[in-house]
């Protein structure tokens, strides 16, 4: 089974930064896609970044230049740096991976780390 470990989170003031990492354990084969998710409050969840098995990134329009995610293959992790944090950033932090085995599609998610800004 594929678990999604997200560490990282806290209280931050606005203006500055967090390292979220998740580890992600058991096998998985094919193309995959690994990502960040959001979720404040009566908002829907939304995508903060994500990063395919090619290395491509993409953002949420939100992001702006303010977080980077990375990849440590031979740690099984995934990183999101977030810098110039601010109030709106608060939300639940959730850890995705999206894998293939020819036309089957998997999803696992983390169970999510807290991140607050406080103004």
């Known amino acids: 089974q594929v678990q999604l470990v997200e560490t990282g989170g806290g209280l931050v003031q606005a203006g500055g930064s967090l390292r979220l990492s998740c580890v992600i354990s058991?096998?998985?084969?094919?193309?995959?896609?690994m990502g960040w998710y959001r979720q404040a409050p009566g908002k829907e969840r939304e995508l903060v970044a994500d990063?395919?098995?090619?290395?491509?990134?993409k953002y949420g329009d939100f992001v702006k230049g303010r977080f980077t995610i990375s990849r440590d293959n031979a740690k099984n992790t995934v990183y999101l740096q977030m810098n110039s944090l601010k109030p709106e950033d608060t939300a639940v932090y959730v850890c995705?991976?999206?894998?293939?085995?020819?036309?089957?599609?998997?999803?696992?998610w983390g169970q999510g780390t807290q991140v607050t800004v406080s103004s």
């Open positions: 995705h991976l999206k894998s293939w085995a020819g036309p089957v599609q998997y999803e696992n």
């Open positions: 058991g096998s998985f084969f094919g193309d995959y896609v």
């Open positions: 990063i395919s098995r090619r290395g491509s990134t």
